[in-house]
């Protein structure tokens, strides 16, 4: 397997973590700053060996996890999950407007980190494996080379919107509540609705901005999304 990037300034729980990540065949390395791990990341990025997710802290001693989480999603969709003490429902909806893939709060168990990162994983794996190419309106989807435009506008999606947005144009007649989302993008059991809202929120957004004929999602209200298709 690849290496999975820590960002964490506490030594013993990054220690902990790397051994118990281990034990369950995935290397990793530690990164106990901000500005290490951005040096990590890159080389890694530069190199045939790139990360395959990153767990991050927030609250690192030169530079916030917030900058990194905005700094990395500047150029990559790769999975970021956070690790944060910090458990305000306004930082986890920032942090997932931002990019973040999942929000774990401090304290956690080891078990439920590697539900998370398997999870993540899986959905990644299931991408790559997949070579299609899907087209609704102006919408073109590339799914070998993992790119979407609107309107010939080429959009970043994370991980997430690019999931949703594949899941919705597959069946475009078929309506999804936030249960078949959940089940169907996250695939675990510690991930709520308002995962589902933010991420269709921000998804819709970015179509809508960069192309001729929005809207494109429809809320089906008491159910849940589909595409629009009036």
Not at 14 to 29: G, H, M
Not at 49 to 67: F, R, V
Not at 122 to 139: A, E, F, G, M, V
């Amino acid at each position: 397997m690849g290496k999975i990037l820590i960002i964490e300034d506490d030594d013993e729980i990054a220690f902990l973590l790397q051994q118990f990540l281990l034990r369950k065949d995935f290397e990793s390395d530690i990164a106990s700053n901000g500005l290490n791990a951005l040096s990590y990341y890159e080389k890694a990025d530069a190199s045939n060996s790139p990360y395959q997710a990153i767990l991050l802290d927030l609250m690192l001693p030169d530079l916030s996890g917030e900058k990194i989480l905005q700094q990395i999603r500047r150029n990559s969709d790769i999975p970021i999950l956070i690790i944060s003490a910090k458990g305000e429902i306004n930082s986890k909806i920032s942090l997932l407007q931002n990019g973040a893939d999942d929000y774990i709060t401090k304290p956690f168990v080891f078990e439920e980190v590697l539900a998370r990162l398997e999870s993540v994983l899986r959905r990644s794996k299931k991408s790559l494996n997949q070579h299609l190419i899907y087209t609704y309106r102006d919408i073109v989807l590339d799914d070998s080379a993992k790119t979407v435009a609107v309107a010939n506008n080429k959009i970043t999606l994370t991980p997430k919107e690019y999931e949703l947005l594949r899941l919705l144009i597959e069946h475009p007649e078929q309506v999804y509540t936030k249960d078949m989302i959940l089940e169907q993008i996250w695939d675990d059991i510690y991930v709520d609705e308002s995962a589902v809202i933010v991420h269709i929120s921000n998804l819709r957004k970015k179509l809508d901005a960069a192309g001729k004929n929005a809207p494109y999602i429809a809320t089906i209200w008491g159910i849940g999304y589909k595409l629009d298709t009036k």
